[in-house]
Nanobody
């Protein structure tokens, strides 16, 4: 069992950065491929970024909407997967969730293969507004 907790959300002005962290208890996050998702009110859940585990060489993948602005990275000392967000716009306003990706980022995040057994956090709210 992996218990994921997202932190770092809040209110931020457009153009300003924000960093989210996905923290795990009960396991080492480096064993898992981890993705960040977001969901805004009235919209479907969107995959934002994904980072593979060390067995898959830590490959990273990004949604087109965040490429060049967001960076996903591991901090194995802190046992976190962080999402560094730059040049935020109001369109980035959403609840952000992290989740394990059984089978790896390419099949799950890129291709969209469905699977069961993933662990999800409760989410953290990001609001981009002036």
């Amino acid at each position: 069992q992996v218990h994921l907790v997202e932190t770092g959300g809040g209110l931020v002005q457009p153009g300003h950065p924000l960093r989210l962290s996905c923290t795990a208890s009960g396991s080492t996050l480096d064993l898992y491929s981890i993705a960040w998702f977001r969901q805004a009110p009235g919209k479907e859940r969107e995959g934002v970024a994904c980072i593979d585990n060390s067995m898959r060489n830590g490959a990273t993948y990004y949604a087109d909407s965040v490429k060049g602005r967001f960076t996903i990275a591991r901090d194995n000392v802190k046992n976190t997967v962080d999402l560094q967000m730059h040049f935020l716009t109001p369109d980035d306003t959403a609840s952000y969730f992290c989740a394990t990706q059984t089978g790896g980022c390419y099949s799950r995040f890129v291709v969209g293969v469905r699977a069961q057994g993933d662990f999800w956090g409760q989410g953290t709210q990001v609001t981009v507004s002036s």
